[in-house]
T-cell receptor
Framework: TQLLEQSPQFLSIQEGENLTVYCNSS?????LQWYRQEPGEGPVLLVT?????EVKKLKRLTFQFGDARKDSSLHITAAQPGDTGLYLC???????????FGKGTLLTVNP | DTGVSQDPRHKITKRGQNVTFRCDPI?????LYWYRQTLGQGPEFLTY????????KSRLLSDRFSAERPKGSFSTLEIQRTEQGDSAMYLC??????????FGDGTRLSIL
């Protein structure tokens, strides 16, 4: 069974601070997705990483896929209240159809 | 571009009743997925369709659960004889082959 562990589970910071959340597994994934979810809504795709060591930037968000394709990180620079939400990582196996999700990191950015 | 649409958004029912949810995927997507999410957890995979064929069902999907995608477009998920433990958010996602999955806003099921 593939498991993804996210840390921290909860994070509360002030506007303008930087933060990093982690997604770790003992399994290799063919790709890894990061989603952001707000209360009462479905997850919204932020990025997909496929290649070991890959780094992708989306404005103030930087995503990295580990060299062994087992772990990933999300770094947010100068966090804003609009970044508040549940950040979920999800790994896809070889056939690339079934996603295994972590429990998520609940981020609160206080103004 | 219309996203994944789910109906209803909320469903409250008494224990023992049957419920049915509908998912309309993004029109050009051939793959459709159902997930279940409970409070404090990430979504858990339930089942997967490629076109009209149901290719995998999770062990989470008991005999009381059935899903269909009759024409390879919309899908329905039915739960018979609902139980308290069925209370959750039921999420539908769709994708093209080997492309990322896009989710709907889910159906929140509450069992009284």
């Amino acid at each position: 069974t593939q498991l993804l562990e996210q840390s921290p589970q909860f994070l509360s910071i002030q506007e303008g601070e930087n933060l990093t959340v982690y997604c770790n597994s003992s399994s290799v994934f063919s790709s890894l997705q990061w989603y952001r979810q707000e209360p009462g809504e479905g997850p919204v795709l932020l990025v997909t990483v496929v290649t070991g060591g890959e780094v992708k930037k989306l404005k103030r968000l930087t995503f990295q896929f580990g060299d062994a394709r087992k772990d990933s990180s999300l770094h947010i620079t100068a966090a804003q209240p609009g970044d508040t939400g549940l950040y979920l990582c999800a790994g896809a196996g070889g056939s690339n159809y079934k996603l295994t999700f972590g429990k998520g990191t609940l981020l609160t950015v206080n103004p | 571009d219309t996203g994944v649409s789910q109906d209803p958004r909320h469903k409250i029912t008494k224990r023992g009743q049957n419920v049915t949810f509908r998912c309309d995927p993004i029109s050009e997507h051939n793959r459709l997925y159902w997930y279940r999410q409970t409070l404090g957890q990430g979504p858990e995979f339930l089942t997967y369709f490629q076109n009209e064929a149901q290719l995998e069902k999770s062990r989470l999907l008991s005999d009381r659960f059935s899903a269909e995608r009759p024409k390879g477009s919309f899908s329905t998920l039915e739960i018979q004889r609902t139980e308290q433990g069925d209370s959750a958010m039921y999420l539908c996602a769709s994708s093209s082959t080997n492309q990322p999955q896009h989710f709907g806003d889910g159906t929140r099921l509450s069992i009284l």
